[in-house]
């Protein structure tokens, strides 16, 4: 007999309420949850193949482990036992940052990503952490450490209630939304225009979205940072600046007029491409509407001046009074969010308090370049003998404040709330990273150069993945722990809440019991991390110990509940100040360790029942009762109490964002440089609605058709290079050269080719029947890990040089 769950969809950060159809067979059918209170029944194609996606017969069913060299189905015993045994011995020899973490995407989208890996940062007391932030949103993290004090406090588009919106390198017609969830996006811009408001698109290709707008900027990849400094140019020079209810909330306004009176429209017009009245245009529009909000994503983001870009976007939010503003740009409220304190200064935000090894990266919110993870692996430490390296800097680099009570990582990639102890060598030891972490990560084909790190990757000494996919990274891991399916597995978007344009949560519980065999994923990371840790005291203030290999994986949760409790009472701001912690843990609801945890941070959150303090208020009981969800209204202004600066207001010129401007002006004099050669082809990304990063290749309903790795060029390129619809082209640059089949088309500038990413799968050792089938190629093979935003590190993954050339058909083999 079918039966329907309900259950939020965890294929992208829009989250949308499912309708699933389940049979014995599993889930055979989704549909959008009318009801849902968020995304009032949108659904896309890709939520809509939630089946086929969850049932792949490719997906693992139980643990691998390497045995002399290949890859063997195992009992979960014997794998974590793999772990154990390999890991603890490599901390003890070369010291805890000889063990690398990676976090990728979908830890944004589970449970089990929110809650464990904080902790497993802990009990490894590592440093060498790298996330798909730095290919990512690092930029934005940076550039809201500095102006907010709170790497995480990221402002959204109140898309619902603005009159003016300025997009830059978004299309969330095909992406569905980014750091700014919201479902049914392309209904909400609809409806944006349908009231009478204005959208505008700055993106070098004629996307989807640009198409829906009221205006489409074309710009030059890598100067919207020129652009949006001339546009804050104008609102000085024209008397526009008008700070609204943020008067007195914010310093340093008079140093941005001086830092930006260069870049007038008439100075950046040429390189941007776009002309200087156009840019006046926009800077006049955005004052002149009555909300407006300013919104830049991954076009914006991950480039050169990504940081920069990042900044600018929120100058302009400040300077036009809109940020904090209803119709403005936002900071959303979500129901585990554990902001208590009350205004005032904060400790600011800090960057590079420790450093790569290999090539001297700073840190950002506590991660290392992912471009520079092969580095720290396959360079050796000078000066170390082989084989005897020391532990630097491990004694102090015990951890853990971040994250055992929840917050968990935020955004478009995950961030793992890192290590943060007080730092005084600013170094990582003397021993190249010989294990890695990897988790929900397929860097090999997401990061820069892949083939160097696949060679790196096989020779580490140990490697573990908790990934469902034997595909182009867990190929090299020892060991292979496979998560269940998204219907066996519950549901909370503990970090996409708090990106969302509406405050709401809702709650689901595995749609779909265990198979035999499987083990949930937040046992595997609890597990994890009792594999990993040493039983030690896992922090310096002497709390409870994590545990240790094979101890109950619910003496994790426990021991996070308890530090969180143990706070909790001692903070004068928190409901439950001044009470017994054992009777408050006794109190909490749940079937497992995560829902304790979950009922925990609900109750202790902003609309929580604070234990008996708002009888009316979220709990876990109260989420289960409500399967559509609870609506927590529109967003709200949050300052100043947000702020954590040292000044307690928004510090709008941070020195660090000071300090890189010279490259603003640098960028400016290089595009006025006579160049002599033909104008240089830049090459930038673009996504398809029906696929998902590297890891959606592989069901059949949604590859194929236009979902192909094909190269976009101009006509006028296309032409004068001798390239031709349907034929091949040799696409070259730093990092290697590529062949992919050219698609002609006048939707990219020109001077603009564009490639998606996430393909590659011709790689051996995969297991990915479809994907492999018709593998397409990696566009960031092109690159080779140097091209970084200094400032946040993230990989230049848009507006970097490519020559192309024809290939003849013999030539593509
Ligand atoms: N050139 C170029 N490169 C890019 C981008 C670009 O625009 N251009 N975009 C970048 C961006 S924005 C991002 S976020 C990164 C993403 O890069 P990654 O973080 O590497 O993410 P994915 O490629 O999505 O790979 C996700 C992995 O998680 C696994 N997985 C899926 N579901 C689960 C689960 O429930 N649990 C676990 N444990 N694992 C799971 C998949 O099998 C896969 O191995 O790629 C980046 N790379
Ligand atoms: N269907 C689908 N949905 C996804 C994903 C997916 O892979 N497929 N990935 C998910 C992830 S991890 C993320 S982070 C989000 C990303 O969501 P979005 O940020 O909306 O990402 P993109 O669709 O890559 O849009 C980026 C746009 O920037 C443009 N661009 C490139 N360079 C520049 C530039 O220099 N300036 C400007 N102004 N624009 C530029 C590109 O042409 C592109 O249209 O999507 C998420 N949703
Ligand atoms: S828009 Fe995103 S969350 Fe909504 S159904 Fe599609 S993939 Fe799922
Ligand atoms: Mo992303």
Not at 89 to 107: I, K, M, S
Not at 290 to 319: E, I, K, Q
Not at 352 to 373: F, M, Q, T, V
Not at 688 to 702: C, G, I, Q, Y
Request: one cysteine or more; a negative charge; glycine letters at 12%.
């Amino acid at each position: 007999m079918p039966r329907t769950a309900l259950r939020v969809c965890p294929l992208c950060e829009a989250t949308c309420g499912l309708t699933l159809t389940v049979e014995e067979t599993g889930v055979t059918a989704a549909r959008g949850d009318k009801d849902d209170v968020f995304s009032r029944g949108f659904i896309c194609p890709k939520g809509a193949s939630f089946g086929a996606a969850d049932s792949d017969p490719d997906r693992l069913r139980g643990p691998l482990v390497r045995r002399d060299g290949r890859l063997e189905e195992a009992s979960w015993e014997e794998a974590f036992d793999a772990v154990s045994a390999a890991v603890r011995p490599l901390v003890e020899r070369y010291g805890p940052h000889a063990v690398g973490v990676v976090l990728g995407n979908p830890n944004v989208h589970t449970v089990a990503g929110a809650l464990y890996p904080p902790l497993l940062l802990a009990g490894l007391g590592t440093r060498s952490l790298f996330t798909a932030s730095t290919l990512d949103q690092m930029p934005k993290h940076v550039s809201s450490g500095l102006l907010f004090g709170d790497a995480l406090a990221i402002p959204v588009p109140d898309l619902d209630r603005t009159d003016h919106l300025l997009m830059l390198g978004a299309n969330p017609l095909d992406s569905n939304g980014s750091l700014c969830t919201a479902p049914d996006f392309p209904g909400r811009l609809k409806a944006l225009r349908a009231r009478g408001g204005r959208l505008t698109v700055v993106d070098p290709r004629r996307t989807r979205t640009a198409k829906l707008a009221d205006r489409h900027v074309a710009i030059r990849p890598g100067t919207d940072a020129l652009l949006l400094a001339a546009m804050a140019q104008v609102l000085f020079a024209d008397g526009l600046v008008a700070l609204g209810a943020l008067d007195g909330q914010v310093v340093g306004v008079e140093q941005v007029a001086d830092a930006v009176r260069d870049f007038t429209p008439e100075a950046v017009a040429d390189a941007c491409d776009v002309p200087a009245a156009t840019i006046r245009e926009l800077a006049h529009e955005l004052a002149d509407a009555p909300t407006a909000a300013v919104y830049g994503r991954v076009g914006a983001s991950t480039v050169a001046l990504g940081t920069l870009t990042c900044w600018l976007v929120d100058v302009l939010n400040v300077l036009t009074g809109n940020l904090d503003r209803p119709g403005g740009a936002m900071f959303p409220l979500s129901a585990t969010d554990r902001a208590r304190r009350p205004a005032g200064p904060g400790k600011g935000f800090a960057l590079g308090r420790w450093r790569s090894r290999a090539d001297g990266h700073p840190e950002a919110k506590g991660e290392l370049p992912i471009a520079a993870l092969a580095a720290e692996i396959d360079t050796p430490v000078r000066g170390v003998g082989a084989g005897r390296g020391s532990v630097g800097g491990g004694a102090d680099g015990g951890p853990v404040d971040g994250g055992a009570d929840g917050g968990g990582p935020v955004g478009g990639g995950p961030g793992g709330g890192a290590v943060d102890g007080g730092l005084t060598d600013g170094g990582l030891g003397e021993s190249p990273i010989r294990a890695l972490i990897s988790i929900a990560a397929n860097p090999v084909l997401s990061a820069p150069d892949g083939d160097r790190l696949d060679k790196a990757l096989e020779s580490l000494d140990f490697m573990v993945s908790v990934d469902p996919y034997l595909n182009e990274t867990s190929r090299h891991a020892h060991v292979v722990l496979p998560p269940p399916p998204p219907s066996q597995s519950p549901h909370f978007d503990f970090a996409l809440n708090a990106l969302a344009v509406r405050n709401q949560a809702r709650y689901n519980r595995a749609v779909v019991p265990l198979e035999a065999g499987r083990m949930a994923e937040a046992e595997i990371l609890a597990r994890l991390v009792l594999a990993v840790s040493d039983g030690g005291p896992p922090c310096s203030s002497g709390a409870e110990s994590l545990g240790e290999h094979g101890a109950d994986p619910a003496a994790v949760d426990a021991l996070a509940i308890d530090r969180t409790l143990g706070k909790a009472v001692a903070d004068p701001h928190a409901p439950v100040h001044g009470q017994d912690p054992k009777e408050l843990a006794d109190r909490l609801t749940g079937e497992s360790g995560p829902e304790r945890r979950l009922d925990l941070m609900l109750r202790l959150g902003p609309y929580g029942d604070g234990f008996g303090a708002d009888p009316e208020g979220l709990s876990l009981q109260r989420l289960l009762d409500h399967p559509h969800g609870i609506d927590l209204g529109p967003l709200e202004p949050r300052l100043p109490q947000l702020l954590k600066t040292r000044s307690g207001r928004v510090e709008l010129l941070p020195g660090p964002i000071a300090d890189d401007l010279p490259r603003l002006a640098r960028a400016l004099d290089e595009s006025r440089a006579p160049d002599g050669a033909p104008a240089g082809l830049v090459l930038v990304g673009r996504r398809h609605l029906r696929s998902n990063n590297s890891w959606m290749h592989n069901v059949p309903a949604l590859v194929g058709g236009t979902n192909r790795c094909t190269l976009h060029v101009h006509p006028d390129d296309a032409g004068r290079l001798g390239l031709v619809d349907g034929g091949q082209a040799r696409v070259t640059a730093a990092g290697g050269e590529i062949a992919v089949p050219v698609e002609v088309t006048d939707a990219v500038r020109p001077g603009v080719v564009s490639l998606p990413h996430g393909w590659g799968h011709d790689r051996p050792g995969t297991r990915l029947s479809v994907a492999a089938a018709d593998p397409g190629a990696n566009v960031n093979q092109l690159l080779d890990g140097t091209l970084l935003d200094p400032l946040s590190g993230t990989a230049v993954l848009n507006g970097f040089r490519v020559t192309l050339a024809p290939l003849s058909r013999a030539e593509t083999r």
